[in-house]
């Protein structure tokens, strides 16, 4: 689709930004498809990178623009802030950005169904150091060796999802414990029936969307789920009975934050946690929060930073 001259002028100016705030790469959010070929002669020598969820598109930008690095996230029903983050950890998962890299952000920040706004209508700086406070390539493959990538990115989205959303209309605190299930189990006890018990795997899959739509009921139970490497989950209601450990936790953080901690030191598991008080979604791995996402906005009622 061809860029109108609203959005051309504002990929265009974006040369001088990325000189001016010396940006190491831009990387465009859509909600429609570009005129990649206008785009990319507009920004000739800048590193270019984008965010797409359709498989034809990225199968398309591949083949006609291999210069344009494609970056796989979700669209669908999350906030700019969070496909920012996700675009972001897929880019220093693929080592095509350093921890410390300086990106200019071209989006559409005020969606409007009812009128006609421009494709992109935002441009923000954003520093990686600052944003994902300290997650580096290295990190991520390393959890990518306790817990699949795929399996750690639904339970994100959805512990992402309960943090912005709440559950009918009140705020909803969780817990989620994914991968080396078997030690996990040994230092936890049901709180109550297992919700999870007589179900088939494909009833009980993280990855897809329906599973995380019933799951995110069961997140106002007492207690712990726990899902395993592949992304299926195998109980809720836990309490977790962790052996000490050497781990620090922020102050202001309670019993949920503690004892994510304390399993992610203990085990192979990687936690990850849904504040009840702000939505803060944060991921444990070997007793440190190693990613911090922002809720962002409340329906009218959604880095890695050690905390």
Same mark, same amino acid.
């Given at each position: 689709? @061809?860029?109108?001259?609203? $959005?051309?002028?504002?990929?265009?100016? !974006?040369?001088?930004?990325?000189?001016?705030?010396? @940006?190491?790469?831009?990387?465009?959010?859509?909600?429609?498809?570009?005129?990649?070929?206008?785009?990319?002669?507009?920004?000739?020598?800048?590193?270019?990178?984008?965010?797409?969820?359709? /498989?034809?598109?990225?199968?398309?930008?591949?083949?006609?623009?291999?210069?344009?690095?494609? =970056? %796989?996230?979700?669209?669908?029903?999350? !906030?700019?802030? *969070?496909?920012? !983050?996700?675009?972001?950890?897929?880019?220093?998962?693929? %080592?095509?950005?350093?921890?410390?890299?300086?990106?200019?952000?071209? +989006?559409?920040?005020?969606?409007?169904?009812?009128?006609?706004?421009? /494709?992109?209508?935002?441009?923000?700086?954003?520093?990686?150091? /600052?944003?994902?406070?300290?997650?580096?390539?290295?990190?991520?493959?390393?959890?990518?060796?306790?817990?699949?990538?795929?399996?750690?990115?639904?339970?994100?989205?959805?512990?992402?999802?309960?943090?912005?959303?709440?559950?009918?209309? #009140?705020?909803?605190?969780?817990?989620?414990?994914?991968?080396?299930?078997?030690?996990?189990?040994?230092?936890?006890?049901?709180?109550?029936?297992?919700?999870?018990?007589? #179900?088939? *795997? %494909? %009833?009980?899959?993280?990855?897809?969307?329906?599973?995380?739509? /019933?799951?995110?009921?069961?997140?106002?139970?007492?207690?712990?789920?726990?899902?395993?490497?592949?992304?299926?989950?195998?109980?809720? +209601?836990?309490?977790?009975?962790?052996?000490?450990?050497?781990?620090?936790? !922020?102050?202001?953080?309670?019993?949920?934050?503690?004892?994510?901690?304390?399993?992610?030191?203990?085990?192979?598991?990687?936690? $990850?946690?849904?504040?009840?008080?702000?939505?803060?979604?944060?991921?444990?791995?070997?007793?440190?929060?190693? =990613?911090?996402?922002?809720?962002?906005?409340?329906?009218?009622?959604?880095?890695?930073?050690?905390?």
């Amino acid at each position: 689709m @061809a860029l109108s001259p609203t $959005v051309a002028a504002l990929v265009a100016g !974006s040369n001088d930004l990325v000189t001016a705030l010396k @940006a190491d790469a831009v990387l465009v959010l859509a909600d429609t498809p570009l005129d990649w070929s206008e785009v990319r002669a507009l920004l000739p020598r800048v590193a270019l990178f984008t965010a797409v969820s359709s /498989q034809a598109e990225r199968t398309f930008l591949r083949d006609k623009h291999p210069g344009i690095r494609v =970056l %796989e996230t979700t669209t669908g029903g999350i !906030s700019i802030r *969070e496909r920012l !983050s996700m675009a972001l950890l897929e880019a220093i998962r693929h %080592e095509w950005l350093s921890s410390g890299a300086r990106v200019l952000v071209l +989006c559409r920040n005020f969606p409007d169904p009812d009128e006609d706004l421009p /494709q992109l209508d935002t441009v923000h700086l954003v520093l990686l150091g /600052q944003h994902l406070e300290r997650l580096t390539a290295r990190e991520l493959r390393g959890l990518d060796t306790r817990v699949p990538l795929a399996t750690l990115r639904a339970v994100v989205e959805l512990a992402t999802e309960i943090g912005r959303e709440g559950r009918e209309a #009140y705020p909803t605190g969780t817990l989620f414990v994914v991968g080396d299930t078997r030690n996990v189990m040994e230092m936890a006890r049901p709180m109550n029936f297992n919700p999870f018990r007589g #179900y088939p *795997e %494909e %009833e009980r899959d993280v990855k897809d969307p329906a599973v995380r739509e /019933q799951i995110k009921d069961l997140a106002r139970l007492e207690g712990a789920i726990l899902i395993n490497k592949d992304g299926i989950a195998i109980a809720g +209601c836990m309490r977790l009975i962790v052996p000490d450990e050497d781990f620090t936790l !922020s102050m202001g953080l309670g019993t949920r934050h503690a004892a994510a901690a304390a399993v992610s030191k203990a085990s192979k598991a990687v936690a $990850v946690t849904v504040s009840q008080s702000s939505g803060v979604v944060r991921l444990f791995h070997d007793g440190q929060v190693l =990613l911090h996402i922002e809720p962002g906005l409340r329906p009218l009622a959604w880095a890695h930073s050690k905390q």
